[in-house]
């Protein structure tokens, strides 16, 4: 069980906006920075977003990302068949002062 | 731009040694976290421990015992071992830039079986 907790699977038609939500707690999203990553099939994941809402250089602006609280999200727009993958949320834990991921969203593009 | 190329030995018995080698190309190596997780179907994405650098070293409480994650600044690598491992650390080990990366290496699939 991941710590931070995600919906196993989203969908969406091509050009429609999705968005996929990452919960945790006081002791990790709730004082801490979130980031996003992309990873597609075999492949290591890819930074999309990281403190909450900032795209590294090369990243569409299709992605967005947002935190309120304890849960963060991510929101994809203008959704395009390469977008189709797994994406995790992660954020800095002060209980095992370490990392902790969320489960994982399997994002398919109808 | 920076490149993290890792490598090892991915068939591995119960009770060995995991040892995994993270170079890093392109870029600074002092002044940044040096990290490794791994990803299993079971557990997901799992912290394993990082190296400031500065030789000061932070574990998962979960493999503490059996972690250690080494600097080379000479040759711009970064290592973890594990030892005594069991079928339950078969996964793919990735090396990473930061606490929580922003920059990976590409994987290593490691297979514990007798």
């Known amino acids: 069980q991941s710590v931070l907790t995600q919906p196993p699977s989203a969908s969406g038609t091509p050009g429609q906006r999705v968005t996929i939500s990452c919960s945790g707690s006081s002791s990790n999203i709730g004082s801490k920075t979130v980031n996003w990553y992309q990873q597609l099939p075999g492949t290591a994941p890819k930074l999309l977003i990281y403190t909450n809402n900032q795209r590294p250089s090369g990243v569409p602006d299709r992605f967005s990302g947002s935190k309120s609280g304890t849960s963060a999200s991510l929101a994809i727009s203008g959704l395009q068949s390469e977008d189709e993958a797994e994406y995790y949320c992660?954020?800095?834990?002060?209980?095992?002062?370490?990392?902790?991921f969320g489960g994982g969203t399997k994002l398919t593009v109808l | 731009q920076v490149q993290l190329q890792q490598w090892g030995a991915g068939l591995l018995k119960p009770s060995e040694t995991l040892s995994l080698t993270c170079a890093v190309y392109g870029g600074f190596f002092t002044g940044y976290h040096w990290s490794w997780i791994r990803q299993s179907p079971g557990k997901g994405l799992e912290w394993i421990g990082e190296n400031n650098h500065g030789g000061s070293t932070n574990y998962n409480p979960s493999l503490k015992s059996r972690v250690t994650i080494s600097i080379d600044t000479s040759k711009n690598q970064f290592s973890l071992k594990l030892s005594s491992v069991t079928a339950a650390d078969t996964a793919v080990y990735y090396c990473g830039r930061g606490r929580i990366p922003d920059i990976w290496g590409q994987g290593t699939v490691v297979i514990v079986s007798s």
């Open positions: 992660a954020a800095w834990d002060d209980s095992l002062n370490g990392p902790v």
